[in-house]
């Protein structure tokens, strides 16, 4: 089943590329503003500026009042340039706290529409299952590199649905709990064995491999939605 590696592998480059797309951009864009930005504060010196021109043009203000005024104005245009400097950090460290909020909320975006197309993928094209290992004895599933220890009937349940697929077959709830109860398929209930797909999926826990794996089509019955090529029976 090549279909889904195929697809997830082709989402995953899309999903990268679209991702440092958006990064390259939300940094230009960042960029330009912290450059337009810089650009259109006022110069910090223009103000120490403005009173060195009026020490210079006022060269006759001698007297003591005079020139505590000079020295306040001298003293404003000091305050005024190191607030300039305090206000260009504060926007320098705000830009980059931005920038890195952006880029996370983007990195996260794109990660979860990845996996939801995966997911979608998956839930169209069936379960990718490499290998299945049904052991009776020790009750335990083994479905590509994870492992699940069953409940005995579970286990039997599974063990079932595996042999009708190596039979290329489909069973009903019916047919599933008279292969398992050992009655005929008449004496059974459907419920039966629908609650026996319950349980299984119960115990399976993980609800994507419950929900794919264990397939129920309308009106004919239960089947494991995977290449009988790699069922391994125990």
Do not use: W
């Amino acid at each position: 089943m090549p279909g889904p590696s195929i697809s997830a592998a082709e989402l995953t480059r899309h999903g990268s590329r679209a991702l440092m797309l958006g990064i390259a951009g939300i940094v230009a864009v960042l960029a330009l503003t912290a450059v337009l930005l810089f650009l259109n504060l006022p110069d910090a010196n223009a103000f120490n500026a403005r009173v060195e021109r009026v020490f210079v043009e006022n060269a006759d203000l001698t007297t003591g009042a005079e020139i505590k005024l000079l020295e306040i104005l001298a003293q404003s245009g000091t305050a005024f340039s190191e607030t300039l400097v305090s206000y260009r950090i504060v926007i320098f460290v705000l830009l980059i706290f931005a920038t890195g909020l952006l880029v996370t909320s983007l990195f996260m975006v794109v990660t979860l529409v990845v996996l939801n197309r995966r997911l979608a993928t998956v839930e169209k094209q069936g379960l990718q299952v490499s290998a299945l290992l049904i052991d009776r004895a020790t009750n335990t599933v083994g479905i590509n590199d994870m492992e699940f220890r069953l409940t005995p009937a579970a286990v039997e349940t599974l063990a079932v649905l595996a042999e009708a697929r190596l039979d290329d077959d489909m069973l009903t709830g019916a047919a599933i709990e008279s292969v398992i109860s050992g009655r005929a398929e008449a004496e059974c209930d459907e419920a039966a064995g629908a609650t026996r797909i319950k349980r299984l999926r119960d115990s399976l826990g993980n609800q994507l491999i419950s929900e794919v794996l264990v397939k129920n089509v309308a009106r004919q019955g239960y089947m494991l939605a995977i290449d009988a090529r790699v069922i391994d029976l125990r």
